[in-house]
Structures are given as C-alpha cells and as structure tokens.
Nanobody, 122 residues
Framework: QLTESGGGSVQAGGSLRLSCAAS????????MTWFRQVPGKEREKVAS???????VYADSVTGRFVISKDNQGMTLYLQMNDLQPEDTAMYYC??????????????????RGQGTQVTVSS
C-alpha cells in the first residue's frame, strides 16, 4: 500500500516535496514512479526510478524535479522546484516489480496510491 503526502498550493516559482510512504520494502528490483493527472486528460508519467534506481524524467519536468528514495526503501520522494501553473495536477505514486522494464501506464502497476493535489498559481 502506498500513501502520498506533501501536496498543497504554491505560487509559480515555488517548491514542494511529495512523499510516498510504503507499507512494505521496495528494493532495487522495483519500479518506483510518480504520475500526475489533470481532469479531462490522461495520466502522465512524471518521474521514475527504474531497476537499480535509474532515474527517468518526463521532458516537461527535467531539470526541475528530482525523484529519490530513502535508504530504508520505504519512502519515495519527488522534489519539485520552479513549479509552474501547468504542473497543477493530482500526483500519484506507484510501484511494480522490475522485470527488465517498467509499466508505461498507471494501471500496469500493482501498488498505487490515492494521490495528493498540487496547485500552482501564477
């Protein structure tokens, strides 16, 4: 089970750090991923730690967001800097065993959180 926290409202240029607490240990053989979704649009993969914790980012957040994981393997983070109004969305975390690839879609993950809202005003 995954539980997100850390969402909120900020002005453009501000920062937030999202957390995703896991009820079980997710080691290096797991895909740990952040998604986001705006009402009426498809859920978008934002950042992912894929097999041995290789970080992968969407072009829209590269250079601004950083994904990381604590040493205990129980909490996933998303540090979001220089937030812009287009980053406004519900953010979700997800985890899946890494079998040479990570699922592309949120629905392909076995463990999924309920989301935390991020709102960025201009």
């Amino acid at each position: 089970q995954l539980t997100e926290s850390g969402g909120g409202s900020v002005q453009a240029g501000g920062s937030l750090r999202l957390s995703c607490a896991a009820s079980e240990y997710f080691g290096s053989r797991f895909c740990m991923t952040w998604f986001r979704q705006v009402p009426g649009k498809e859920r978008e993969k934002v950042a992912s730690l894929e097999g041995l914790y290789r970080p992968v980012y969407a072009d829209s957040v590269t250079g601004r967001f950083v994904i990381s994981k604590d040493n205990q393997g129980m909490t996933l983070y998303l540090q979001m800097n220089d937030l812009q109004p287009e980053d406004t969305a519900m953010y979700y975390c997800a985890a899946e065993e890494y079998l040479g690839y990570c699922p592309r879609e949120f629905g392909g993950f076995t463990s999924r959180g309920q989301g935390t809202q991020v709102t960025v005003s201009s």
